[in-house]
Nanobody, 121 residues
Framework: QVQLVESGGGLVQAGGSLRLSCAAS????????MGWYRQAPGKERELVAS???????NYADSVKGRFTISRDNAKKMVYLQMNSLKADDTAVYYC???????????????WGQGTLVTVSS
């Protein structure tokens, strides 16, 4: 069984920083794309940032220049460094892994359980 587990959420003041971590566990051979999504109450889940196995990144316009996504392929982890946080960054943040190569040449998409980030203004 493969799974993702997020950590690092919490309460932070506007202008502060927070670092989220996501660990993938289980037997897997590769992960094509890892990313972070977020969902605020009453809103749709949205992509915050993603990173390919080769290191190519993509960010939502609202977080460009403030957030940085990175990954450690050996450790099967992905991180989201969040700086200059704003109140509207408040949401549950979910780790996502797409193109997860597992046994029998199968590919999976995985979601973490989510970690809450609350930014006070």
């Amino acid at each position: 069984q493969v799974q993702l587990v997020e950590s690092g959420g919490g309460l932070v003041q506007a202008g502060g920083s927070l670092r989220l971590s996501c660990a993938a566990s289980g037997i897997m051979f590769s992960i094509d794309v890892m990313g972070w999504y977020r969902q605020a109450p009453g809103k749709e889940r949205e992509l915050v940032a993603s990173i390919t196995s080769g290191g190519s990144t993509n960010y939502a316009d609202s977080v460009k220049g403030r957030f940085t996504i990175s990954r450690d392929n050996a450790k099967k982890m992905v991180y989201l460094q969040m700086n200059s946080l704003k109140a509207d960054d408040t949401a549950v943040y979910y780790c996502n892994a797409a193109g997860v190569r597992v046994l029998l040449s199968r590919y999976l998409e995985l979601w973490g359980q989510g970690t809450l980030v609350t930014v006070s203004s």
